[in-house]
Structure formats: C-alpha cells, structure tokens
Nanobody
Framework: QVQLVESGGGLVQAGDSLRLSCAAS????????MGWFRQAPGKEREFVAT????????DYADSVKGRFTISRDNAKNTVYLQMNSLKPDDTAVYYC?????????????????WGQGTQVTVSS
C-alpha cells in the first residue's frame, strides 16, 4: 500500500506560480513511477505529468509543457509539481498518483494509488 497526501494548492492570479507537493508513505516510494493528474468541474480527470522512479524520465501533457515541471526527492518520499505562468484553464483539483509497478504512463488506469487531491484555482 502507498498513501499519498497532496498539498500546496490555493487561489492565485493568472501568471502566478504554485508548487504542489505529494508526500508518500507505505511501500518503497523510490520504486514507483509517479504522476500528476487534474480534474476540472464537469470534465474527465486528465494527465498532467509523470516521472520515473529515479527521476530520469519525465513526460508532460502538451497543455502544460514548458510551464510545469515534475520532480521528486526520494530521500523525502515526495514528488513535486512546479507550476509557472498559470492560466485560468489550469483551474482544477490536482491529484498525485503512484504506480505499483512499471514505467511512466500517461494513462490514469495505469496508476494504483491516488491522493485525495488539492484544489488549484487561477483567477483572470
């Protein structure tokens, strides 16, 4: 089992930055590929970013590429999402997710563990 707790969400203005954190506990964190997803009201949960177990490989949704950066600190069992140049379209609940096995994935069905989410609201 892996428990994931997100933090760092909030209300910001367009153009601002936020850093989300996801603290993991349970099974070996450093062996898990991790991902960030988001869900806006009335929409499907969508992929944002993913990172390999050792942090060497990442992938991003086109909508956030160049603005968001995913990283991890395995010594702290934490994965981060640095979000810059935020837009109102980035408003959503952001979820951290972990895979029990396997490489990075953009598919939400590939993830076995999920956090409770943190709200990010970007005003124009």
């Amino acid at each position: 089992q892996v428990q994931l707790v997100e933090s760092g969400g909030g209300l910001v203005q367009a153009g601002d930055s936020l850093r989300l954190s996801c603290a993991a506990s349970g099974r070996t964190f450093s062996g898990s590929a991790m991902g960030w997803f988001r869900q806006a009201p009335g929409k499907e949960r969508e992929f944002v970013a993913t990172i390999s177990s050792l942090g060497r490989v990442t992938d991003y949704a086109d909508s956030v590429k160049g603005r968001f950066t995913i990283s991890r600190d395995n010594a702290k069992n934490t994965v981060y999402l640095q979000m810059n140049s935020l837009k109102p379209d980035d408003t959503a609940v952001y979820y951290c997710a972990a895979r029990a096995y396997g490489p990075i994935s953009i598919r939400k069905g590939a993830y076995d563990y999920w956090g409770q989410g943190t709200q990010v609201t970007v005003s124009s």
